[in-house]
């Protein structure tokens, strides 16, 4: 059975203190690996996709890594405006992505 | 321009109606999709449509009837929901290929009284 799994649930940071989220999966049929951004009710923003292990792509203040079992998205010296939910979504098959329940990042100025 | 437009952004109906969600894109996309999502959970897939012909139907109830009446937009009717239906309604488009990024629009925030 496909299986995601996105720890921790929330996470708070003071401003500037970089941290990691991670993202296990189990997934049949991999297609790839998703990474978006949600602000409270607003529609999720696509960050990166990751397609094999070992692949790395970065923006800003963000780095996706992905390995066979998991992801992880590396936020470095964090801003307030990163607040948001962080959500993981492996696809499998054609056109569907399987989100995780997200981690709730909090930055305090 | 990576822009999937719902509307309306918010509608409140009652049990008995029937009203519709509306969604367009301009990018080209031939994959198209309607997501629900309740409070503090994440998206589930509900419908996707390819070259404009249903291709995932997730076991969603009948209440739920989607329409893709050409490659740039996609319907959604609603008929007899029930409270337990209120969520926020999210649309996104796609090349058809795997792997290829899914944009999402802001949502239709749906309440049923």
């Known amino acids: 059975e496909d299986q995601v799994t996105q720890s921790p649930e929330a996470l708070r940071l003071q401003e500037g203190e970089s941290s990691s989220l991670n993202c296990s999966y189990t997934?049949?049929?991999?297609?790839?690996l998703f990474w978006y951004r949600q602000d409270p009710g607003k529609g999720p923003e696509f960050l990166f996709t990751?397609?094999?292990a070992g692949e790395e792509k970065e923006k800003e203040r963000l780095k996706a890594t992905l390995t066979k079992k998991e992801s992880f998205l590396h936020i470095t010296a964090p801003k307030p405006e990163d607040s948001a939910t962080y959500l993981c979504?492996?696809?499998?098959?054609?056109?569907?992505?399987?989100f995780g329940t997200g981690t709730r990042l909090t930055v305090i100025p | 321009d990576t822009e999937v437009t719902q509307t309306p952004k918010h509608l409140v109906m009652g049990m008995t109606n029937k009203k519709s969600l509306k969604c367009e894109q301009h990018?080209?996309?031939?994959?198209m999709y309607w997501y629900k999502q309740k409070a503090k959970k994440p998206p589930e897939l509900m419908f996707v449509?390819?070259?404009?012909?249903?291709?995932i139907n997730e076991s969603v109830p009948s209440r739920f009837s989607p329409e893709c009446p050409n490659s740039s937009l996609l319907n959604l009717h609603l008929h007899a929901l029930q409270p337990e239906d209120s969520a926020l309604y999210l649309c996104?488009?796609?090349?058809?290929?795997?792997?290829?990024?899914?944009?999402f629009g802001e949502g239709s925030w749906l309440t049923v009284v």
């Open positions: 990751l397609y094999s």
């Open positions: 979504a492996p696809q499998r098959g054609a056109n569907n992505l399987f």
């Open positions: 996104a488009s796609s090349q058809d290929d795997p792997g290829n990024t899914i944009y």
């Open positions: 449509y390819s070259y404009e012909k249903l291709s």
């Open positions: 990018m080209g996309h031939r994959a």
């Open positions: 997934v049949s049929g991999l297609r790839g």
